[in-house]
């Protein structure tokens, strides 16, 4: 793993005070990464001067519309056409990339930075209904839904084509910090204050179970509890979990909601956990996930579910919390080896990307076994042949008896998984 903190990837124009970062997200090509932070601004820079320290533009566009510190930024699906961003100002802004002229107001026009911005992303839908601060945002795997929740205890959610609200989710007690869609298309986890995970139905948008096992014995407050559903769609994990006194990430199973397994290690509260969105296959080793951890105790620990301990971790990588991760896979291995990369952000302003190679996590798996992996949860493909992509999927809930079938076929499967999972990781 290596690690690369650049100097210049900051939220201050004067280079005197750092304005904390509290969110990031790359776009689906890996070219941009997004941050935004405590200025009230998003800014996207170009990853290629991250990772391979070329001396051109770095900061590619600075978007300005919110009147409030930004607390999540994320990419729709596919090909990254939106950029949603929801702020303590309790408004949801969908930006789209403007392939005309400059359009004043919607970048700042400081080059302080860096050199002259070069790509304009205009707000193209405002989206209203929280009555406090916006926390967390996600686009469906198919980007048909996005959902946001906040410090209002609610959960809203817009249909990610007209930007309409379909449904209020009302279900928590407190503040809603964080949700993940299940790549199968089935449910959304949603985390909050009141020391639950919630899954609810995007069929008929109804609560399905709640979680509240893992959180329990939690006594730490955090910014966020920014949950992460596996690729696979197996399990989801969850933030700002305990297991008696000790702060851990626990991984919820999927149909049993139960959390017999943990990802421990972290000596505060995790405040947020991303799985990359794929599944890696090391040499003849059986496929895994790969989840990242952080939070309070300043550190990343990253883990393959085929092992029970962390294969990368580092410690006091900030001076302040991690507030949130992001991944981007490499269609192929480089010259160095990279595979994938993960990048952190910090109360403290500051970011970290780390690299990691093929040696490390193995190589992605093929989409096609991939999707099959999603077909035993019920999810089909846009046309339901082997050559859906992620950007075409559209999930299709079991509503046919072949679907059905696959399901049941699945519940051997899991069990076995499960009981592998738990001898390795010593549950």
């Not at 729709?76 to 949603?84: C, K, P």
């Not at 048909?144 to 205890?153: E, I, W």
């Amino acid at each position: 793993m290596r690690i690369t903190k650049p100097e210049w990837l900051r939220h201050d124009a004067d280079k005197k005070k750092l304005s904390a970062i509290f969110s990031l997200d790359f776009h689906p090509d890996g070219t941009r990464l997004a941050t935004s932070g405590m200025d009230n601004k998003i800014r996207l820079w170009n990853t290629r001067a991250i990772t391979a320290k070329d001396q051109e533009q770095r900061l590619i566009s600075t978007l300005s519309s919110h009147s409030g510190a930004v607390l999540c930024v994320r990419f729709s699906h596919g090909d990254g056409r939106y950029l949603a961003s929801g702020a303590d100002d309790m408004v949801v802004l969908i930006w789209e990339r403007d392939e005309g002229e400059f359009m004043p107001g919607n970048l700042s026009a400081s080059s302080a930075l860096s050199g002259p911005l070069s790509e304009t992303w205009r707000p193209m839908r405002r989206l209203t209904g929280h009555e406090s601060d916006v926390c967390d945002l996600a686009w469906s795997p198919d980007n048909r839904f996005l959902a946001t929740c906040g410090l209002d205890n609610t959960v809203l959610v817009w249909d990610g084509a007209t930007f309409e609200r379909v449904a209020k989710l009302t279900g928590h007690e407190q503040f809603v910090k964080g949700l993940t869609f299940d790549p199968a298309g089935k449910y959304l986890a949603t985390q909050s204050d009141d020391k639950t995970m919630r899954i609810w139905r995007t069929s008929d948008w109804a609560q399905h179970a709640v979680v509240s096992r893992p959180f329990e014995d939690n006594l730490f407050s955090t910014y966020f509890r920014r949950p992460s559903w596996s690729p696979d769609g197996d399990c989801v994990a969850a933030a700002n979990a305990a297991n008696g006194k000790v702060p851990v990430a626990a991984v919820v199973s999927r149909d049993e909601w139960t959390a017999d397994l943990s990802f421990v290690g972290h000596r505060a509260a995790v405040e947020a956990v991303r799985f990359n969105p794929n599944v890696f296959r090391r040499a003849e080793s059986p496929a895994s996930c790969v989840c990242a951890a952080g939070g309070q105790d300043r550190g990343v620990s990253v883990w393959l579910t085929s092992q029970h301990m962390p294969i990368a971790a580092a410690t006091n990588l900030f001076a302040g919390n991690l507030m949130d991760l992001a991944w981007h896979t490499a269609p192929a291995a480089g010259d160095d080896g990279v595979v994938a990369v993960l990048a952190a952000c910090s109360y403290d302003g500051t970011v970290a990307v780390m690299e990691f190679t093929e040696a490390e996590l193995g190589r992605p798996i093929p989409a096609q076994e991939q999707q099959a992996m999603l077909r035993k949860h019920g999810w089909i493909g846009r046309s339901g042949g082997d050559d859906d992509d992620a950007s075409g999927q559209r999930p299709m809930l079991a509503e046919s008896v072949e679907q059905l079938r696959l399901e049941q076929l699945a519940e051997p499967a899991a069990a076995d998984r499960d009981s592998r999972i738990a001898q390795i990781m010593d549950a």
